[in-house]
């Protein structure tokens, strides 16, 4: 059974810095294809950022330039590092593994492709 604990949530004011952990177990194959969800009150949830088996990386254009997905697999640790903050960037984050427990070239935002998920940090950006 696939386990995801996320950690690194907080308030800070716009421009500042978080970085969000996502620690997994439980997983079927070394290096999975995992990425970085978000949904704000109201708004349905969407994708910030996917890396996959290999370490290639993709980023929602709203988040481009300004956050950065890593992956530690000998720690079974995601990352997300988000710099310059705004408050439109508030929202409950969550990490998710890809549904095939496989190698997978070619990160993906699509959230069907993921079959599991943490239970999400919030963030919270003040202008």
């Known amino acids: 059974q696939v386990q995801l604990v996320e950690s690194g949530g907080g308030s800070v004011q716009a421009g500042g810095s978080l970085r969000l952990s996502c620690v997994f177990s439980?997983?079927?194959?070394?290096?999975?294809?995992m990425g970085w969800f978000r949904q704000a009150p109201g708004k349905k949830r969407e994708g910030v950022a996917a890396i996959d088996s290999d370490g290639a990386t993709i980023y929602a254009d709203s988040v481009k330039a300004r956050f950065t997905i890593s992956k530690d697999n000998t720690k079974n640790t995601l990352y997300l590092q988000m710099n310059s903050l705004k408050p439109e960037d508030t929202a409950m984050y969550y990490c998710?593994?890809?549904?095939?427990?496989?190698?997978?070239?070619?990160?993906?935002?699509?959230?069907?492709?993921?079959?599991?998920w943490g239970q999400g940090t919030q963030v919270t950006v003040s202008s």
């Open positions: 439980g997983y079927g194959y070394s290096r999975p294809s």
């Open positions: 998710a593994t890809d549904r095939v427990h496989a190698y997978r070239r070619g990160p993906l935002l699509a959230e069907y492709l993921y079959g599991s």
